[in-house]
């Protein structure tokens, strides 16, 4: 199993700027893939980011040009620096890992970290 432990979320207001971070332990030989997720109140979990072990990255629609996903393949971690932050981003931000980015997620969630972004 993978264990999944996400840092960085607070209160920031618009136009500001986070930086996320997850740290995967457990059986890590099975990652090629790491992400993040965000879950806002009322609405399904969506991909935000995603990145595989060689740098290709994937980003919604919604992120692109604002957030860069990267990772560091020796610490088994994966960030999430987010700028010009919007109130619309404000959610639970997950991470998870996979063979590949379409067979994401493999791993039992972990507990998130809470992003807030003020008006």
């Known amino acids: 199993q993978v264990q999944l432990v996400e840092s960085g979320g607070g209160l920031v207001q618009a136009g500001g700027s986070l930086r996320l971070s997850c740290a995967a332990s457990g059986s890590i030989f099975s990652i090629n893939a790491m992400g993040w997720y965000r879950q806002a109140p009322g609405k399904q979990r969506e991909l935000v980011a995603a990145?595989?072990?060689?740098?290709?990255?994937n980003y919604a629609d919604s992120v692109k040009g604002r957030f860069t996903i990267s990772r560091d393949n020796d610490k088994n971690t994966v960030y999430l620096q987010m700028n010009s932050l919007k109130p619309e981003d404000t959610a639970v931000y997950y991470c998870n890992v996979g063979p590949s980015i379409l067979t994401m997620p493999f791993a039992s969630w972990g507990q998130g970290t809470q992003v807030t972004v003020s008006s």
């Open positions: 990145i595989t072990s060689g740098g290709i990255t």
